[in-house]
């Protein structure tokens, strides 16, 4: 990559990291898409599922095409750096490097229009919503596919911790899937003086917390990856009272879709006996918001030949990750790969979705010439060749 360009990414990147937006409301993140796209002078369609963005570029002389996926999101962390391009929304900050991944996408394009070597069709999805796990399903929902074919898709995440520029390639498993979990526990209040006029929901929530955690150690073959995780419990607003509810909410990652229904199937168990045995009324929730991200092989040794390409270090010896990315809606309908390219080393603060983190400009050039290469190889074969 010139120098010029990766200024200008550089500036891009920066920009995006200054005015970062939440999932859904990324109107400000899509303006700047589709304006550097002009700027470009590559065609794109907006407005699919929501901020969501396609750019084409086509060559005659085959019919062969492809997808590039960038997630445009930001999330609801208060940012604690003070680098001049520190967030300007309060609460709001690019936390996990989507802003990063927008820009390597815009790169990709800029640099596949001024290359003739290539044949075939490129599309450039430029996907909202990836945060809460409904982007990709509501761009497939307006015809993403159908509208722009595609064979396969491909797409990339920072990876903090990585040697930067290292690309990281599974084989299979990538990211587990995801799902938000709630649970209300709803007693009798009362003054905390008289509990035997009551039932108490923080009591039957703390046999909850405990049973819950019951289900990885005792319930699931310890070959299968499981997270069961409680991250939020309320209830309650002052020491002599019981209250009337108490509110569990959590997550649920897991691999094999056979491993999820078992473990919801129990986790419905547990919460039907633990409710009855304390007289409680429960709302539940369990929601599925995501699919296991699994590489095809075919498009995961295209991944490693296309940074081999680009003179890239390639990993294969990375456990798949238990975070999740609705990118696995699209590789439940095209054979594709997600990849990590290191971010460089975390340090203290540096991890993903940390107040602290930072895309590394430093990694633009390898992301470029990863998402070129992996579309110049892409299209000179047939999926699965």
């Known amino acids: 990559m010139d120098t010029e360009l990766l200024a200008t990414l550089t500036q891009w990147r920066r920009q995006l990291h200054a005015q970062p937006e939440l999932s859904e409301h990324e109107h ?41 996926r960038a997630d445009i999101d930001a999330l609801p962390i208060a940012e604690e750096n003070d680098a001049p391009y520190a967030s300007r929304t309060p609460g709001v900050m690019h936390a996990c490097g989507h802003d990063g991944h927008t820009v ?24 909202p919503a990836e945060e809460n796990g409904v982007g990709a399903k509501a761009m497939l929902a307006e015809g993403l596919l159908e509208r722009f074919p595609m064979e396969r898709v491909f797409t990339f995440h920072n990876w903090p911790g990585l040697e930067a520029g290292t690309v990281a390639v599974h084989d299979g498993p990538v990211m587990a899937a995801g799902g938000r979990w709630s649970v209300t526990l709803h007693g009798l209040a009362g003054h905390a003086a008289i509990p035997h006029q009551t039932r108490d929901p923080i009591v039957a929530a703390g046999h909850l917390i405990v049973a819950l955690q019951t289900i990885v150690a005792r319930n699931v073959d310890p070959i299968d990856a499981v997270v069961l995780s409680i991250g939020q419990v309320s209830g309650g607003v002052v020491s002599n009272q019981i209250p009337p509810s ?10 094999r879709p056979e491993v999820r229904e078992a473990v919801i199937k129990r986790m419905r168990s547990i919460i039907s006996g633990i409710a009855e045995a304390y007289d409680m009324r429960t709302d539940v929730e369990i929601l599925s918001t995501g699919r296991a991200a699994i590489n095809t092989k075919a498009e995961g040794e295209l991944s490693v030949a296309a940074a081999g390409m680009a003179g890239l270090p390639v990993r294969r010896d990375l456990r798949p990750s238990t975070t999740g990315d609705d990118f696995s809606f699209l590789l439940q309908q095209r054979p594709g790969a997600y990849v990590w390219i ?28 990863w998402l070129t290469n992996v579309a110049r190889l892409a299209l000179t074969e047939a999926p699965g060749a």
């Open 28 to 68: 400000g993140t899509a303006t700047f898409v589709q304006e550097r796209l002009t700027e470009l002078g590559i065609p794109f369609v907006a407005g699919i599922g929501g901020a969501g963005i396609v750019a084409t570029l086509s060559r005659p002389g085959s019919n062969r095409s492809i997808g590039l």
């Open 104 to 127: 390597s996408l815009l790169g990709a394009a800029a640099t596949l229009a001024h290359d003739e070597s290539w044949k075939g069709t490129v599309q450039f999805i430029f996907q």
């Open 246 to 255: 108490v509110t569990l909410l959590g997550t649920l990652r897991t691999y």
């Open 342 to 369: 290191g971010n460089g080393p975390a340090g203290p603060g540096g991890e993903l979705h940390n107040s602290r983190y930072d895309f590394n400009d430093a990694i633009l050039p390898a992301a470029v010439d």
